[in-house]
């Protein structure tokens, strides 16, 4: 009943936020300056040109009819056709979909992978007085260095010097899994520096917050080995803000992935949806952020879960005494 | 051979000075209270004893013996078998020193190991509810969780059991259940106790020898009934006539005047002679060194001459209904922030 409760009220909510996503995203690309007319038809174009344009693709409604048209066409499926290529909008994401995501599935496994030994090691090693500040200057370098600067650096230097890796170029992943690997690695690799670095850092500072509890200090007196300690008392209870920082910035590796696929030249939802904010292609943009919302919003539930399985003092069903 | 042996032992922390040269011997089977004000180097004393300090403490001078090892000189491997082995600690809040999300059946079992029993376990610290196995420590009452606690320590008998205030955090019910529990279980496994408290008449009536802390020292020690009912040190007399569960109806309470120290370093002299009423010049400049007085060991100048002058309200015998935790006497010094435990150790 609890469960059900819960379930109802997170897809009501769930349902109130892209609604709400959905009216943002649709007056923010019609507020972009230079609209569809002006970006179509160049600056030279008659303002009865453009009129007509905009006829033709029912902008000179008014735009609380637009979007009711729009709305009604999403909640039946239909995303519409891309104002330039006239092609549907929703098989044309679909079949960009597992682009990014195989990129940002890789990516998210190099910074559990990676971020979470880190994390730990650096946490359990760590030193009283000074030490850790190569980490924090890593850390910090990975968290601040821009994907894009970081991307074309990767691309320039791959390019003009044979590194055995190929930039600018992708393979299907059903043609070829091993040559679509070696095209993939590279932009996972500067997708993932973000997080591997904000998943370090955390990780590290949940860890330190937890070897201080009486707990851990209850096990070392009970003679418990180091790596005993790590696998019993701290992985679990560390988990809970890494768990939710990997769910947040997995759906916020997509937003990356944008940058990244566009720079390495991947055909991707990323690189879809910049052209089309390049081109004030409304529908390709709107489909998109509604996309990413639902991204967001399905993350969030996942985490919530999981939390609640990790830590028995936050779950849905805590508050029930045994 | 002691069990135990604490010599001259120097704890420090960023700052300030936990403990100032402090020195105990606890002999097998034995049952010591450690008594003192907060801030009186109790807690560090007892951590230091399993070497379960905060990363931030650093031993300056002193060592500490268990079963003849040298705790603070062991290698990683050597300190954590003898930990293993030789020692078990209960710590005073009883639902943090679980882990949070594990259920109790499960931490149970990590201690005993396969083929361990603990059902039989659970049943020694008289929780006979199966369901507690499958309970999260936060499910359970403080009084629930402080059993499990001592049921995970004492499963492998050992040699000393460290008990820092393990009923301090407790309905005052409960608290002479969970006392009873501990010592119950000591006295079967010849376990040894070291158990650090403010509760002087319950130290006076479990314990066979008190050692009273002032200023990170022992300065007074000795068998139970003689120091609380006649001390030797100004201290300690002072300590209990202020201790409010001791006094009797009409009997007024005297609170210790001033303020307990927070060293930086040595302290010169007696570390209590700021708040001593006997104290003379060479008490603020000169270190008391142990004198004997009847069977106690006392560091006081003025011991020999004070014998017999001091007097206090304790009695050994057994006061019911259970005892109220005394509040503290004079507002704590700032404990140093534990800092993280040293898990490589």
Redesign the interface.
């Known amino acids: 009943m609890r469960l059900l409760m819960w379930w109802s009220g997170r897809a009501l909510s769930s349902a109130a936020t892209l609604l709400g996503v959905s009216v943002l995203i649709f007056a923010a690309v019609r507020l972009m300056p230079g609209g569809f007319a002006e970006t179509v038809l160049g600056p030279f174009a008659t303002p009865e040109q453009k009129a007509e344009l905009a006829a033709r693709y029912g902008l000179d409604q008014p735009v609380f009819v637009q979007y009711g048209h729009w709305l009604a066409a999403v909640a039946g499926g239909d995303f519409g056709f891309s104002m330039i290529s006239r092609q549907p909008v929703g098989a044309e994401l679909l079949a960009r979909l597992p682009i990014t995501a195989e990129l940002t599935v890789l990516a998210v496994a190099a910074s559990v992978l990676l971020g979470v030994p880190l994390g730990v090691l650096t946490a359990v090693r760590a030193r009283p007085t000074g030490g850790g500040a190569a980490g924090r200057l890593l850390s910090g370098l990975g968290v601040s260095v821009p994907e894009f600067v970081l991307g074309s650096l990767v691309v320039f230097v791959f390019s003009r010097y044979a590194l055995g890796l190929q930039v600018g170029s992708w393979v299907p992943l059903t043609r070829d899994p091993a040559a679509n690997l070696a095209t993939m690695i590279l932009p996972a690799a500067v997708l993932s520096v973000f997080s591997i670095s904000v998943t370090a850092r955390t990780t590290r500072d949940a860890v330190m917050g937890v070897l201080v509890e009486p707990y851990v200090t209850a096990a070392v007196g009970r003679g418990e080995s180091p790596w005993s300690i790590v696998r019993h008392h701290i992985l679990r209870n560390a988990a809970t803000p890494v768990v939710t920082l990997i769910g947040t910035t997995t759906a916020y590796l997509l937003g990356g992935a944008l940058i990244v696929e566009h720079v390495f030249n991947l055909p991707g939802v990323g690189s879809y949806i910049v052209q089309a904010v390049g081109r004030r292609d409304y529908a390709v943009v709107q489909a998109g952020v509604l996309l990413a919302a639902g991204v967001f919003i399905v993350m969030n539930v996942l985490i919530d879960l999981l939390v609640g399985a990790i830590d028995p003092r936050l779950g849905v069903m805590a508050g029930r005494r045994a | 051979m002691s069990l135990l042996s604490v010599r001259n032992l120097v704890i420090d922390y960023a700052r300030t000075r936990a403990l100032d040269g402090a020195g105990l011997e606890v002999a097998q089977g034995e049952s010591v209270g450690v008594v003192g004000e907060s801030g009186s180097g109790k807690s560090t004393l007892g951590?230091a004893v399993?070497r379960?300090l905060?990363?931030?403490a650093r031993r300056t001078e002193g060592e500490v013996l268990v079963a003849g090892e040298p705790v603070f000189d062991l290698p990683a491997a050597r300190l954590?078998?003898?930990?293993?082995?030789h020692?078990?600690?209960v710590?005073q809040?009883p639902i943090?020193?679980?882990?949070?999300?594990?259920r109790v059946g499960d931490q149970l079992r990590?201690?005993l190991g396969r083929g361990g029993d603990v059902r039989f376990h659970l049943g020694r610290v008289r929780l006979d509810d199966p369901?507690?196995l499958?309970?999260?420590p936060?499910?359970?009452s403080g009084g629930m969780a402080q059993r499990v606690?001592i049921a995970?320590?004492m499963a492998?008998s050992p040699d000393l059991l460290v008990a820092d205030e393990p009923t301090a955090a407790l309905d005052s019910q409960v608290r002479e259940e969970v006392s009873d529990v501990i010592f119950t279980l000591a006295a079967e496994a010849g376990t040894s106790i070291l158990w650090l408290s403010h509760d002087l008449p319950a130290v006076a009536r479990r314990c066979d020898r008190v050692a009273v802390m002032y200023g990170g020292r022992v300065v007074e020690s000795g068998p139970a009934a003689q120091v609380l009912g006649h001390p030797a040190h100004p201290y300690t007399a002072a300590l209990a006539r202020s201790a409010p569960a001791a006094a009797a109806h009409g009997v007024r309470l005297e609170p210790v005047p001033g303020r307990p120290p927070v060293l930086t370093g040595p302290s010169p002299g007696c570390a209590f002679a700021p708040r001593c009423a006997f104290a003379e010049d060479r008490c603020a400049h000169e270190r008391p060194a142990p004198v004997r007085v009847r069977e106690q060991d006392v560091l006081c100048h003025k011991a020999i001459e004070l014998e017999d002058r001091l007097t206090a309200p304790i009695e050994p015998a057994p006061i019911e209904p259970a005892p109220i935790e005394p509040a503290p006497i004079e507002p704590a010094p700032i404990e140093p922030a534990?800092?993280?435990?040293?898990?490589?150790?």
């Open positions: 951590s399993g379960l905060p990363r931030a954590r078998h003898l930990r293993r082995k020692l078990g600690f710590f809040d943090g020193s679980l882990d949070p999300t594990m990590l201690v369901r507690v499958r309970a999260y936060h499910q359970l606690a995970m320590a492998t534990p800092n993280t435990t040293e898990v490589t150790a």
